[in-house]
């Protein structure tokens, strides 16, 4: 196994190995915005591949309740379902629009009936199992191509969501550990630009 696989592969068992809070696990009582982000930011750090990337800050939130993405807190304190919200906001905000993802979560409240605690341990369920199969086939262990199954079309929409941002951060993390290895990221693709010989430790294409 190559330098390449052997990082990739363990970075596959580190995200097989991430559990997003279900609605039990959340604080049952009310935070203040200095408890609350740093909450939503340790249970997602998954995400953030480099140091540029923002998770949730204070300013974020209070645009989130200005737009009426989620509820006002009240007298400055947030609950459950605050933090439920910002939760699947800061997960999917990698792959689609604050407004999709704010329209995707009415329509759950909705096939729901209301049921905050159903409708977002459906989705931290969902979540995790597109990320397992991402870790699984960073590790070699499955190909990609076998994640399409038969659903229903309500969770058909939640389905691709979550394997789009598992998908992502997979490239994000090929990237980086090629960076760190010190290898050219081509802009062009042209042939002149084919390289002569392999980086070593990088595995080609013809190599399974």
Not at 86 to 100: E, R
Not at 116 to 129: D, G, H, S
Not at 155 to 163: C, P, Q
Request: with cysteine; aromatic share 8%; hydrophobic share 40%.
């Amino acid at each position: 196994m190559s330098h390449f696989e052997e990082r990739l592969s363990a970075w596959g068992q580190e995200i097989e190995a991430i559990h997003l809070p279900r609605w039990d696990e959340l604080p049952d009582f009310h935070l203040y915005m200095d408890q609350l982000v740093p909450f939503v930011n340790d249970h997602c750090a998954f995400l953030q591949i480099t140091d540029d990337d923002k998770l949730l800050t204070p300013a974020m939130i209070n645009n989130y309740v200005k737009q009426r993405i989620m509820p006002k807190p009240v007298k400055k304190r947030y609950s459950r379902v605050h933090l439920a919200y910002l939760m699947v906001l800061v997960s999917l905000k990698p792959v689609l629009s604050i407004q999709d993802i704010a329209d995707g979560l009415q329509l759950q409240v909705v096939a729901f009936r209301g049921d905050y605690r159903a409708a977002y341990n459906l989705f931290c369920k969902q979540y995790e199992r597109s990320l397992h199969h991402i870790g699984r086939v960073a590790r070699g262990d499955l190909d990609s191509a076998h994640m399409i199954d038969k659903l229903p079309p309500s969770m058909l929409g939640m389905h691709m969501a979550t394997l789009s941002v598992a998908s992502h951060i997979f490239a994000k993390e090929v990237l980086s550990i090629l960076r760190d290895m010190g290898q050219p990221l081509r802009r062009s693709t042209g042939l002149n630009n084919k390289p002569s010989a392999r980086a070593e430790g990088i595995p080609g294409p013809d190599k399974q």
